[in-house]
């Protein structure tokens, strides 16, 4: 069999979804061959805990380890871009956590928690630039490398998504309408409440998971009807930071993540694709209850609603929180009292092993994975249009430049 050796930099939540995930590739001789990670001691249990030989305490000793193939960027966000140049000008493929990238300027002259107005929008439209550069910097670091970047948006490979894929090339209508969303009762990881290592909040850590499906499933659309993907021509948008809010009280800081700096918590954004066609996208980490990942598909001829997380394959109820001990439900979830929707594989449901699967055969077989860096730069250049829209009350055009980036339509 091919033969395929990852390196994992990070040691903390999503590299141990990648880890599991990649145990899972078959077909293929996968082996996890190395992980980095700024604190050693996490990195050395990390690697026990999966079976892998050897744990770097720096990232750049992984990089130059040549039983290496593939790194996974399993990092806070602010640390994608430069590693993954790093990567690449190593000679290795990346799989990059979901965004690619995006913009970790903090906001000059603005307290903590401010909305944007004023400053804001000036600060938006560097940020708009900020990030697209990045993104533009990595994907040129690999091209000229010569190496691939798998861009990991687990959505693109959730069994319902690619079911609805086959539905809608078998029906052969048009997608009219895109109602998506991602939502939880917030991360616990500080990296996640500063602008500064998040790049921003609600939309782009959860809103990145529908836009990016959204993106594919458009883009999916227009190859099979034109030879061309459908692309988005415009984005409008809000935001608002919920926890500074006065309705943020003391029931709201008991069950929900309180303790954010300066990131959104609630976004919604409108997209209009170059078809005329529309997709609403709404992301939050005020919603108790689980993580709910929901895509609904409006077409000419069909609809299609696929609940990723929660579903009711298996459906548990307990009077007492103790009641079913240790045992695992789902992520996010804030009591195990009452009734809850366990799923029995939550990993495979939301896409991760298939994921996994795709990018070691890109790298064994040398071929473009399904999630690639097109739609990576896209999804950061559509999260960043949306908080401009959201500065300046504008509908903003893409492709976007700094030049027209207020204009309105």
């Not at 249990?45 to 990089?63: C, E, M, P, V």
């Amino acid at each position: 069999m091919e033969r395929v050796r990852v390196g994992i930099i990070g040691s903390g939540f999503s590299a141990a979804l990648h880890a599991e995930a990649l145990r899972q590739v078959h077909g293929l001789d996968v082996t996890l061959a190395a992980v980095a990670g700024r604190d050693h001691d996490k990195a050395k249990k990390f690697a026990a805990r999966h079976g892998i030989a050897t744990a770097h305490a720096h990232s750049y000793d992984l990089l130059a380890d040549d039983d290496v193939d593939v790194v996974c960027l399993c990092v806070p966000n602010a640390a994608h871009a430069p590693l993954a140049i790093e990567a690449a000008q190593a000679g290795k493929h990346v799989i990059c956590e979901k965004p690619l990238t995006g913009a970790f300027t903090a906001p000059s002259g603005l307290d903590d928690g401010d909305d944007g107005d004023g400053d804001g929008a000036a600060f938006a439209r560097t940020a708009l630039e900020e990030a697209l550069t990045s993104a533009d910097a990595v994907l040129d670091a690999m091209t000229a490398a010569g190496r691939r970047l798998m861009y990991a948006e687990n959505w693109v490979y959730a069994p319902a998504v690619t079911k609805a894929k086959r539905l809608l090339g078998a029906a052969g209508g048009s997608i009219l309408d895109i109602r998506a969303e991602e939502s939880h009762s917030g991360s616990h990881a500080q990296a996640s409440k500063y602008r500064a290592r998040a790049g921003g909040g609600a939309l782009l850590m959860l809103g990145s998971h529908p836009i990016g499906a959204a993106l594919h499933l458009k883009a999916v659309e227009g190859r099979r009807k034109t030879g061309q993907p459908v692309r988005v021509r415009s984005v409008v948008a809000d935001t608002a930071p919920l926890w500074d809010a006065p309705a943020y009280d003391d029931h709201a800081r008991r069950w929900l993540v309180s303790d954010w700096v300066d990131v959104e918590t609630w976004a919604s954004a409108i997209l209009t694709f170059t078809d005329g066609t529309k997709a609403v996208i709404n992301a939050s980490f005020g919603q108790l209850g689980g993580v709910r990942n929901t895509l609904e598909l409006a077409t000419t001829n069909a609809v299609l609603r696929a609940n990723m997380t929660p579903n009711d394959a298996l459906l548990a109820y307990a009077p007492h929180a103790e009641v079913f001990g240790a045992e695992y439900l789902s992520e996010k979830l804030e009591t195990k009292a009452g009734w809850s929707t366990p799923a029995p594989d939550e990993d495979w449901v939301r896409g991760y092993p298939q994921e996994m699967q795709d990018f070691c055969e890109c790298v064994a077989y040398d071929r473009e994975p399904l999630s690639d860096a097109t739609l990576a730069r896209d999804v950061v250049e559509v999260i960043y249009a949306a908080y401009l829209s959201a500065e300046t009350g504008r509908r903003i055009n893409l492709p976007v430049s700094t030049e027209s980036a207020g204009d309105s339509r």
